[in-house]
């Protein structure tokens, strides 16, 4: 009897023992079931993950300088591998309001939208809409330059990369004035002419807008309409539009400021260059702008192919520039413009780079196709701080990367913007 309640004894402890041990099994969080529940970062998060250090230290001197400076509203994204590595947005659409500036506030683009351009037109091109080598005079017999030889041998491919062969910035003074662009063009003949059309580089903004007159022939749709239908609607650019109305009433929009030393004043909305939509007349805000450059960093985009990227960014023409055009950036060896993009050799890369003034606003884009980086800043308060943005984060990321054990294998601007209305 003994030995029998012995045995019921320790039959009862090892099953108080086996009960136990496996409730703290199944409370474990490192039971194989639990691990296979824990998310696995894929390649790209993992990466993203390493460019820590670098985003939190630019996210850092931003701040900094943005209340140094005293800028009113600003917004940055920064897309890495393919993905959105960044979003941060500082101040207010307005100042002295206390409406901040968030992911979907809208800002003038200016001569960002001369990227954006170069991009429907490739996608235009791929689709056989469009010939960047197609001469204008196809499409558009009645258009005149001051040489008749000269207006029969121009291209698309010279109104995009501004070779048509007139003079910079040519009857800007007429836009600015709120002559009607169709005025304006019959005028051009009279402009004056530098050389023939694929000579020289001569920054346009009613010669670059003449695609929107040829679309319109071509298509029967207008520029504002292809854009929309062809990049704002696939990539998710919600908040984005092409004419001053859509950003007049837009309620969440970051209004233009003047000023400096961390004073600024308000400015009224204007609309000037809304007559030259494709090269200064898109609005977007950072979320949108940050879509864009994921588009054209993502190789596997139905939207562009690998080719149609490579004829965008392939350098047409050298551009003098004034020296104080990249007086921020570190030595910066060649400088070129391709359609819509200037391309820059800098820290041994070609940067495909753009920058957007019109009064009130300022804009800067910049991506390394190779490294697959890319940097957009908006701001409503033009400063030194927009066009510092570009080269000290450029130079932090290539700092970071070139100091790697394994260096990444790489290949690879913004004054006279500013100077003149919408460039």
Avoid at 56 to 76: F, H, K, P
Avoid at 218 to 237: A, C, H, R, V
Avoid at 374 to 391: D, W
Wanted: charged share 20%; with cysteine.
């Amino acid at each position: 009897m003994k030995k029998q309640r012995f045995f019921s004894l320790i039959v009862f402890i090892f099953f108080i023992l086996l009960t136990t041990t496996n409730q703290r099994i199944s409370s474990s969080p490192d039971t194989l079931s639990d691990i296979k529940e824990q998310p696995v970062l894929s390649q790209s998060e993992k990466e993203l993950a390493e460019m820590k250090e670098v985003f939190e230290g630019y996210e850092q001197w931003l701040s900094e300088q943005m209340v140094e400076s005293g800028t009113v509203g600003a917004a940055v994204a920064i897309v890495y591998k393919d993905q959105i590595g960044l979003i941060r947005c500082y101040g207010t659409r307005k100042a002295g309001s206390e409406d901040a500036i968030d992911e979907h506030t809208i800002f003038r683009l200016a001569s960002v939208s001369k990227p954006i351009t170069g991009v429907l037109a490739g996608i235009l091109v791929q689709e056989q809409v469009l010939n960047f080598d197609e001469r204008v005079s196809e499409t558009l017999p009645w258009f005149r330059l001051a040489n008749k030889s000269y207006s029969n041998e121009l291209t698309l491919r010279n109104l995009l990369s501004h070779t048509t062969g007139l003079v910079p910035h040519a009857y800007d003074d007429l836009v600015e004035g709120h002559v009607p662009y169709a005025t304006i063009l019959e005028r051009m003949k009279t402009a004056g002419l530098s050389s023939a059309p694929g000579k020289i580089y001569g920054y346009q903004n009613v010669m670059f807008s003449l695609v929107d007159t040829i679309l319109a022939v071509k298509t029967s749709k207008n520029y504002s309409q292809l854009i929309k239908e062809k990049l704002f609607e696939p990539l998710g650019m919600n908040d984005a539009s092409t004419d001053f109305q859509s950003f007049r009433d837009n309620p969440n929009k970051a209004y233009p400021h003047r000023g400096g030393n961390g004073v600024y004043r308000t400015l009224p909305l204007n609309d000037r260059y809304y007559s030259t939509v494709p090269a200064a007349g898109v609005n977007a805000s950072i979320t949108d702008m940050a879509r864009f450059l994921v588009a054209l960093l993502d190789n596997n985009n139905p939207l562009l192919q690998e080719e149609t990227s490579q004829r965008i960014f392939e350098p047409q023409i050298v551009s003098h520039l004034s020296s104080g055009y990249f007086r921020y950036w570190d030595k910066v060896k060649t400088k070129e413009y391709a359609l819509g993009w200037r391309m820059v050799d800098y820290k041994e890369r070609q940067i495909a780079y753009h920058g957007g003034y019109v009064n009130g606003y300022k804009a800067e884009i910049a991506i390394s196709r190779h490294d697959n980086i890319g940097i957009v800043y908006l701001s409503n308060s033009p400063n030194i701080v927009a066009s510092q943005s570009i080269p000290v984060f450029l130079n932090s990321y290539f700092d970071f990367k070139d100091n790697q054990p394994v260096m990444a294998s790489t290949t690879g601007f913004d004054e006279e913007e500013q100077k003149v209305q919408g460039s």
